[in-house]
């Protein structure tokens, strides 16, 4: 080892001298001003080889005498030199380069003029590794965005909260704007479009920059631009490839098969024990694989003076680590932009598809791989049931009350679904040539798919046995059209008076259809839905003005009037606004020289947002559904379907949420060391939920309405570092932190102190029980569970709870709340080296405070489920600590501290330079995903989207390596 680590180091360090002999080249880089300029990168054209200028404005390189440096500074133009002797640089203050552009919602500002929460995450930035699903890109980025990652089933999308995501008590998702399309709220899902595609994300969290969203902002806007043609460029070409392997990372922990059998022998049953053999099985080594993936792109572009074109063709595939499961998804997509009357109009048209192609792999497998007998054998050695072994009834059938068998579950039952997926907008900006900044926008926009699928129970299979086999057959399609007309004039005054106005107006509607039919082998009617129609349009009208005093003093105020189709004529319209101020204390004259201080910015915002998600489009009208094929009522000698009443809220309306927010931006060193420190508060009234219909009404489902008042707050924390830029080696860091905090503040007209509020959180173990729950006081889907006694040895007492009550009765009523799923902090940590033509980067997340309900433990982990209704079944580790003989289902001995630290991704990789007289790029690299967890909770994955442990796809550990190539 200690020779190997010898040669890496002698490799790295004499890459430099296996270069051709060069000159050595000094110089001198200052501003316009004579000032020396630190920190300037020096880069030698067409390579990776450069530097930076030192604190009083002097480099040195080496370079080849015919070699071209080029200069580049935030804040300055870029300077292209050739190489001379002693070289004297002068740099120009370029207005265009003052601050990146960050979208806003129909507009764009530069991070110096944004008065809102804006934070812009480009390419540079993203996550790297197999990624199929675009929110994984921003993963640990942001402060307060909790992106938590998919399971591990391939294909699937992440959650992602913006400040915890508290408006309603069911959706707390963010709105996507792609492109411009503001893309339906309930779906489809975000695996269908190709992360290659997208340039960057905007992500607007505070109500002064969302409030132009306003009815469905409460919870974030992000905004996703794609890629698009460069003008006046070569014709370009760049290939893409990625080669992936993933294996499981953990496993649950059960009994083991010695363990097993000594847990059989020591019960008092003979029956039991007869059941045993001398098999020994890892059912979760048999339900698992090695999964393999690849991610190909191509990509055309070209640029001539007043128009441009990108084309890119990709395919992801990825297979589960779950045996039978897979995600496929050919895509292309197109950009095309057209200048004409000598750019006044501007016109941009991005076209995409996708193609979706998925199997599902059955994960009651991944359950029944835990809790089945490990002294069973895979196969059976007969025909019946495919072979498989399964637990079978005296006279041969199959035993529906055992579990079945894990492998046959995977390999039998047939889960397919294709979704295709297509986006496009054209967009036309016209700029008026009677009024110098006035400008006309129009954007017209549609987001269609199409969805079909079936899962086939085979009638030779176990799970298929008893009812002839079933097929469920289901399709859909949803569409979303958009037109967006506005006008935004931009002009300056006497050099200090800035001025930017927008007046617009929006219509959107969504047309939703699902059919949704099974039907089994007995010849039974059919049952589910036939024909399920849903429809809703958005109108909207919207104004924002900016005006900023030299460059120093900044207000912003937004206003936008929705109507939603959602809500009865007196609740349709309602009125959502924003106000914001900044000051750029930097730009004062006792700062604006400063050698140190680059940024300081003082930011205060409020506003009001909305949310109008519910789930029926029409929730405020009284409906009847019909019952099932084989639900009818005998009148005389026919029979007729029976009605039955929907839960209806004719006064249901908007959701609305105030939020106010304070922040700092900072800088120094010409934003060397740069970042903003954020303050929130967030109050949300009549929150959408949904609450069990009143006693005694003739209801048959639950009602969707307005329930009640939440409360959050919460500190943002993110700080960037250019720690070197020096000759041949750089490194960057990005430090982000969160501190969140919730609270319901009302539920109902008539709070009852001993309530133990709205139940939530549905768990396994038993049917219909709950182990969270909404009260008045707390935070969001906080455990609500007995508190549990221990022996002075530390050993739990089974049934032994605190009676909280002191009433001589444990029932439900000594139930307490007891932490919940929300992290108390949030932590990223991203960081990026360059050491020659080597690049490492890496991506570490933190969460703190976060708790999860272990699942798997409660319902498995007690002796009597070793031997059940004349089967036997594994169970969880957790006995060896508890020796339960019963469930102990809401004991917060399974309430554990999720707190993680985790490396999402490390990355290598290697650019060869010069290729082709610099005319070729190309770079290798190689990536780990899921590197480590540093945890403290005993389950499989700390990291479990709404906190309740149980089936978990467990996230592979993915091993990749890739290459770029471009020409």
Do not use: C
């Not at 991070?111 to 993203?126: I, L, P, Q, W």
């Not at 083991?256 to 024990?273: H, L």
């Not at 903003?676 to 003739?698: C, H, Q, W």
């Not at 102990?888 to 060869?912: C, E, H, K, P, V």
């Amino acid at each position: 080892m200690k020779k190997i680590r010898q040669l890496v180091f002698a490799i790295l360090f004499l890459l430099p001298l296996m270069i051709s002999a060069q000159d050595l080249i000094t110089g001198n880089v200052k501003d316009d001003q004579g000032i020396d300029l630190p920190g300037v990168s020096v880069m030698i054209q067409g390579t990776t080889q450069g530097t930076a200028t030192d604190f009083d404005g002097n480099f040195e390189l080496e370079a080849d005498a015919d070699a071209v440096l080029v200069f580049s500074y935030v804040g300055y133009s870029n300077v292209e030199l050739p190489v001379s002797a002693n070289m004297q640089v002068v740099m120009q203050e370029s207005a265009e380069s003052l601050d990146e552009v960050v979208l806003i919602g129909y507009g764009q500002t530069t991070k110096k003029d944004a008065t809102g929460a804006v934070e812009r995450v480009g390419e540079k930035e993203f996550n790297v590794g197999a990624i199929a699903s675009p929110e994984q890109l921003i993963t640990g980025k942001t402060a307060g965005v909790n992106v938590t990652p998919p399971s591990g089933r391939p294909g699937e999308t992440g959650t992602v909260k913006i400040r915890g995501g508290i408006s309603s008590l069911s959706n707390n998702d963010p709105l996507y704007v792609i492109d411009g399309v503001p893309i339906d709220q309930k779906g489809p899902a975000l695996n269908s479009i190709n992360p290659s595609d997208i340039e960057s994300f905007n992500i607007l969290k505070d109500a002064s920059a969302t409030a132009i969203y306003g009815s469905r902002a409460t919870n974030g806007v992000i905004i996703i631009t794609t890629k698009s043609g460069k003008m006046n460029s070569d014709f370009r070409v760049e290939i893409d490839s990625k080669f992936s392997s993933g294996v499981k990372s953990n496993t649950i922990d059960n009994l083991n098969t010695a363990e097993f059998r000594a847990a059989i022998n020591s019960t008092q049953s003979q029956n039991a024990q007869d059941l045993l053999t001398n098999f020994s099985t890892n059912w979760q080594d048999q339900v698992y694989q090695t999964a393999f993936g690849t991610d190909n792109n191509l990509i055309l572009s070209e640029g001539f003076d007043n128009s441009s074109y990108r084309v890119a063709f990709g395919y992801t595939y990825q297979g589960g680590i779950l045996k039978t499961g897979k995600f496929s998804r050919p895509s292309v997509s197109m950009n095309f932009r057209q200048n004409l009357f000598d750019n006044s109009l501007k016109m941009d048209f991005n076209l995409r598809g996708s193609w979706v192609q998925e199997r599902y792999a059955d994960q009651g497998s991944i359950g029944t791989s835990v809790a089945f007998d490990p002294t069973k054998p895979v196969y059976s050695g007969q025909p019946e049931f495919g072979g498989y072994w399964e637990w079978l009834n005296d006279d041969g059938s199959v035993n529906t009350l055992a579990p079945r068998n894990p492998l046959g579950l995977l390999m039998q039952n047939q889960d397919n679904g294709n979704t295709q997926r297509y986006i496009g907008n054209a967009k036309f900006d016209y700029k008026f040539g009677f009024l110098e900044g006035l400008n006309l926008v129009v954007n017209l926009g549609f987001d269609y798919s199409e969805y079909r699928g079936s899962f086939v129970v085979p009638a030779e299979s176990a799970a298929g046995f008893n009812d002839k086999g079933s097929v469920r057959d289901y399709s859909g399609l949803k569409r979303n059209t958009l037109a967006d007309v506005y006008l935004n004039y931009v002009n300056t005054f006497a050099e200090k008076h800035k001025v930017d106005v927008m007046l617009g107006h929006s219509f959107q509607d969504f047309y939703r259809e699902d059919r949704n039919v099974t039907q089994d082998g007995l010849g039974s009617p059919a049952t589910g839905n036939f024909r399920l129609v849903s429809l809703n349009a958005l109108e909207s009208l919207f104004a924002r003005a900016n005006y900023t005093f030299d460059e120093r003093y900044l207000v912003t105020f937004t206003y936008r009037r929705d109507g939603s189709s959602r809500f009865a004529p007196e609740n349709r319209w309602a009125d959502f606004y924003s106000g914001a101020l900044a000051w750029n204390i930097s730009e004062e004259d006792f700062l604006k020289d400063s050698d140190v201080l680059s940024t300081l910015k003082l930011r205060l915002g409020f506003g009001q947002t909305g949310q109008q998600e519910i789930d029926k489009d029409f929730g405020y009208l009284p409906i009847y559904t019909p019952g099932d094929a084989g639900v009818r009522y005998p009148f005389g000698s026919d029979y007729h379907y029976t009605l039955r009443p929907e839960g209806y809220d004719k006064n249901i309306k908007w959701e609305e949420s105030e939020t106010y927010n304070i922040g700092i931006d900072f800088g120094f060193m010409n934003d060397r060391l740069s970042g903003s420190v954020e303050y929130f508060k967030r109050e949300s009234s009549d929150i959408l939920s949904t609450i069990a219909p009143p006693a005694g009404s003739n209801l048959t489902n639950n009602l969707y309405t307005n329930i009640g008042d939440l409360s959050s707050e919460g500190v943002e924390f993110t700080i960037n570092a250019d720690i070197f830029q020096k000759e041949n080696f750089t490194w960057n860091v990005n430090f982000n932190a969160t501190w969140l905090n919730n609270e319901i503040k009302k539920l109902n007209n008539f709070e009852d102190p001993l309530s133990p509020g709205i139940a939530q959180g549905e768990i396994g173990g038993g049917v219909g029980n709950t182990i969270q729950t909404h009260k008045v006081g707390y935070p969001q889907f906080s455990y609500l569970v007995y508190e549990q006694v221990y022996d002075t040895s530390g050993m739990p007492l089974e049934g032994v709870y605190v009676d909280q009550n002191n009433d001589g009765v444990i029932n439900d009523s000594d139930k307490r709340i007891y932490k919940n799923p929300n992290p108390d902090y949030l932590m990223g940590f991203s960081s990026y080296m360059n050491f020659h033509n080597f690049d490492l980067s890496f991506t570490l997340r933190a969460s703190l405070g976060n708790y999860a309900y272990n699942n798997v433990s409660s319902a498995t982990g007690y002796y009597g489920a070793l031997y059940e209704l004349g089967t036997l079944r594994n169970i969880h580790s957790s006995i060896n600590d508890t020796e339960f003989n019963t469930q102990q289902l809401w004991s917060d001995y399974y309430i554990q501290d999720a707190s993680f630290l985790r490396m999402d991704n490390i990355s290598l990789g290697y650019t060869f330079d010069n290729l082709k007289d610099g005319d070729v790029g190309f770079r290798l690299y190689t990536t780990v995903q899921n590197v480590f967890v540093l945890t403290e909770y005993e389950g499989l994955d700390p990291e479990i989207s709404g906190g309740i442990d149980n089936n978990f796809y467990p996230r592979p550990r993915t091993f990749l390596l890739g290459f770029n190539i471009n020409f």
